[in-house]
């Protein structure tokens, strides 16, 4: 394996374990300090669903599950509301974009659900300050935990 690569991920395994044993909370009773920079994964009932990463955790926690988070903001809540009302496939055309989704009242009815949802999952983070070393441990956690939610396509 390149050095450089082995380096970036020696401490994986340890991260991952710091991450699952941390008590969870919810995005509404986030302790007064927290992580700047890290990793955050959202559960439901046992069931791990989504992992992200950020350079302001709580900001971006927030973004998921506030009121008024647009669906650029609450990508994962977006999904679940693609879910719920049975629009699967994402469009780059005006009909069944982002925007044309929000004027039907039953989608935006769902992405309001939705929102209020993931605020009331279990959550954990953990702090990981390097770029590079988020990015990995993204995915790596996403892979082990198998999350259901995390999309890794290009657009």
Do not use: W
């Not at 991952?16 to 300090?33: D, F, R």
């Not at 971006?60 to 009302?85: K, S, W």
């Not at 049975?86 to 044309?100: D, I, P, Q, V």
């Not at 953990?126 to 290009?154: G, H, K, R, W």
């Amino acid at each position: 394996m390149n050095p450089r690569f082995s380096e970036a991920t020696k401490n994986l395994d340890s991260l991952y374990n710091q991450l699952l044993a941390m008590p969870p909370v919810t995005a509404g009773s986030l302790p007064k300090t927290m992580p700047k920079k890290g990793i955050y994964l959202f559960s439901e009932n046992g069931q791990h669903l989504y992992v992200g990463r950020s350079n302001n955790v709580r900001g971006r926690i927030g973004r998921h599950c506030r009121p008024g988070a647009t669906p650029r903001m609450a990508a994962f809540a977006f999904h679940l509301a693609r879910e719920a009302t049975g629009f699967l496939r994402a469009s780059y055309k005006k009909e069944g974009s982002r925007k044309a989704l929000m004027e039907i009242s039953e989608f935006a009815s769902a992405f309001s659900k939705a929102k209020e949802r993931i605020r009331m999952m279990d959550l954990r983070f953990i702090e990981v300050d390097d770029p590079t070393q988020q990015a990995i441990f993204e995915i790596f956690v996403s892979t082990a935990l198998q999350t259901p939610y995390n999309d890794f396509d290009t657009h």
